[in-house]
């Protein structure tokens, strides 16, 4: 399960590892009323191009589709269970592991998919602290595992960590709001159609970023309307973000002329003022490693 703003940033290295060759992997981007439609068709059509993994685009808050990915997982199900009859074995209920960095909505999705409460839901990292598993389908046919959110041993990408920080998919003790809220600003002028992002922020709190840099902007931000109060400043602008009040776009494109889904992103733009925000994080502890 990923982050449909950042689905490269919340896909676990070692998940293909851990299926093996050969497995079904269903791809959940969730969130998926955080971005626009063509970027739900874009990066479908890019993670799809793995043999062996289905994407399904999903909002497990108000349950968009949820009833397509449930009958899909049941279908698979109800296959595996006719090859196990067809070898003269025994019925058993099909297992099936619900991986996903913290906060992407595991949870949630578990709550839909069984149609009630069932799961531990909120939306902060680390709710999920024990291993559960669920029944779903006739006479439990299907069961899912929800687990804690799994974060790779280390963090080396730091602007995929920074990325993770602004859509609220690690938890905030782990960073310094202020700075990266400051990324969060340097990301939306190497977006593309970047212009009408910052216009966006322009007009929402009445302080042009034009000629700022981003951590001058949270500064600006703060003096403006905050009291001085930079770390409430960027909390604010993250929080906005994340609640898609200053529009519903990601923060990553699919890799141009990839062949598979599991390709390292590189942000496009301006990298050297990313890179700094990035090597000053990493300095002060204010990321994982």
């Known amino acids: 399960m990923r982050d449909a703003r950042i689905p490269l940033s919340t896909g676990h290295p070692s998940v293909p590892e851990w299926a093996g060759p050969g497995k079904l992997r269903l791809v959940v981007l969730n969130q998926c009323d955080k971005v626009s439609e063509g970027e739900r068709t874009r990066w479908a059509a890019h993670l799809a191009r793995n043999a062996g993994t289905r994407v399904v685009c999903t909002n497990a808050r108000t349950g968009e589709g949820v009833p397509r990915l449930a009958k899909l ?8 269970g006719a090859k196990r009859a ?16 913290p906060n992407v909505g595991k949870s949630a999705l578990i709550n839909r998919l069984l149609g009630r409460a069932q799961c531990a839901s909120a ?13 779903m389908g006739a006479e439990g046919a299907l069961q899912l595992l929800d687990a804690p ?14 990325r993770l920080a602004i859509c609220n998919d690690i938890g905030e003790a782990s ?9 969060f600003v340097e990301t939306l002028r190497a977006l593309e159609g970047s212009p009408a992002r910052l216009a966006a922020l322009a007009q929402r709190y009445r302080v042009s970023p034009a000629g700022l840099s981003g951590e001058e ?50 942000a496009p733009g301006p990298s050297r ?6 090597a000053r994080a990493k300095r002060l502890g204010l990321l994982p490693t």
């Open 73 to 80: 997982a049941l279908s698979v199900s109800a296959e595996l």
């Open 86 to 101: 067809a070898k003269g074995l025994r019925p058993r209920p099909v297992r099936c592991a619900v991986v996903g960095f």
């Open 123 to 135: 939306a902060r990292p680390g709710v999920t602290r024990h291993l559960q598993w669920v029944s």
């Open 149 to 162: 959110g799994v974060l790779p041993m280390r963090l080396a990408d730091q602007a995929a960590a920074l």
């Open 175 to 183: 960073y310094t709001t202020s700075l990266v809220a400051a990324q």
């Open 217 to 266: 902007y949270i500064h600006a931000l703060a003096a403006a309307g905050c009291d001085g109060d930079e770390e409430r400043a960027g909390r604010k602008l993250l929080k906005d973000y994340q609640e898609g009040k200053l529009g519903n776009f990601g923060l990553e494109a699919p890799p141009r002329g990839a062949e598979g889904g599991e390709t390292v992103y590189e």
């Open 273 to 278: 003022r990313l890179a700094h925000l990035a």
